[in-house]
């Protein structure tokens, strides 16, 4: 605008400018407008989406709280899982539904269809703490399904530091099964000093290297 001598010629300058750019600016700032409405209705809707499957949730662990559920409610929370799982996939909630039907499905003595459950999150979570909890899991059933040499592999998988001391346990409980006594009290041994490190509860620990016949550790 520098060359322009006088207003009219910049104001001229300016009228040329708007009829050759005017139309694609108001186009960009009406499109700009609509990504920021889309994007905030995007957030509305996951957030809502969020809400509703954790209210779905909560409903499942008030359900399942008991220990001994009769068939009506297995069948009503199977049905809660099924709901959070195909309506809410992507939500976290999801894979903690899945987590809880395992349990549930261990109730009613399906260790395959737990087995299912625990896999689905462990190949498809991309949340560690979740995923760990899959695997950890599934080293249990293992062990309860005899086959103490899978569980050990299970706990091979990179499972998160907040739950090492479950991992030996588990460990253990693998080593016991194969009648390997040194290492399972290793594993045990290492779970407890784990669970004092990490100030995490865990119950039945001391128990099993008391069957051992040591009086190491203390929880």
Known sequence: MAEL?????????????????????????ALAAAGVF????????QDNQAEAASVRYQQL????????LDDAT???????????????ADTLYAELAKLLEARLTVQQD???????ALESVAESSSRRYVQSLAWLRLARLAVANDNPEQALALLDEPITDALA????????????ALGQ????????????????EQNQPLYGVQLKLNDLGTEEGSL
């Open 181 to 196: 006594q040194d290492q399972a009290r290793e594993a045990w041994q290492q779970a407890l000093t784990l669970a004092q």
């Open 38 to 45: 889309g994007w905030n209705t995007w957030q509305n809707y």
């Open 74 to 88: 297995l069948s009503e929370a199977r049905s809660l899982v099924s709901d959070i799982t195909d309506n809410h």
């Open 61 to 68: 662990v008030n359900l399942t709280a008991g220990n001994a």
């Open 5 to 29: 001598k006088t207003e009219e010629e910049q104001l001229d300058a300016i009228k040329r400018w708007w009829k050759e750019n005017g139309t694609s600016l108001i186009a960009g700032v």
């Open 110 to 116: 399906d260790l395959e269809g737990a087995k299912t």
């Open 165 to 176: 001391a479950q991992q030996a346990n588990v460990r253990g409980d693998a080593h016991m």
